[in-house]
C-alpha cells in the first residue's frame, strides 16, 4: 500500500503562482512513476504532469511552459510548480503514484485550487 498526502492548494489571482506538494509513504518502489491530475467541475480527471524516479518529465499540452514538475526521491515527495495560473486552472488536483510495469495506482486525497479572474 501506498498512501499519498497532497499539500499546498488555495486561492491565488490570476497571473500568479503555487507549489503544490505529495508526499509519498508506503511501499514505495525505486522504480516509478509520479504524477499530478487535475479534474475540474463538470469535466473529466485529466492528466496535467508526470515524472518517473529517472527524472522524465511529460506534461499536458495546455500547461506546458507554465509548470513545472520535480520530485526529492530522498523524502517520495513530488512538486508541481504552477505558474502564469489562470481561471482554466481551478481544479482538483490529484496525485498519483504507479510502480513502473504495472497497472496498479495510488491516488491521494485531492487539493483544490481556485484560480479568480
Known amino acids: 500500500q501506498v498512501q499519498l498526502v497532497e499539500s499546498g492548494g488555495g486561492l491565488v489571482q490570476a497571473g500568479g503562482s503555487l507549489r503544490l506538494s505529495c508526499a509519498a509513504s508506503g511501499s514505495i518502489f525505486s522504480r516509478n512513476a509520479m504524477s499530478w491530475y487535475r479534474q475540474a467541475p463538470g469535466k473529466q480527471r485529466e492528466l496535467v504532469a508526470t515524472?518517473?524516479?529517472?527524472?522524465?518529465?511529460n506534461y499536458a499540452d495546455s500547461v506546458k511552459g507554465r509548470f513545472t514538475i520535480s520530485r526529492d526521491n530522498a523524502k517520495n515527495t513530488v512538486y508541481l510548480q504552477m505558474n502564469s495560473l489562470n481561471a482554466e486552472d481551478t481544479a482538483v488536483y490529484y496525485c498519483?503514484?504507479?510502480?513502473?510495469?504495472?497497472?496498479?495506482?495510488?491516488w491521494g486525497q485531492g487539493t483544490q485550487v481556485t484560480v479568480s479572474s
Open positions: 498519483n503514484y504507479r510502480r513502473l510495469g504495472f497497472v496498479e495506482a495510488y
Open positions: 515524472i518517473t524516479s529517472g527524472g522524465s518529465t
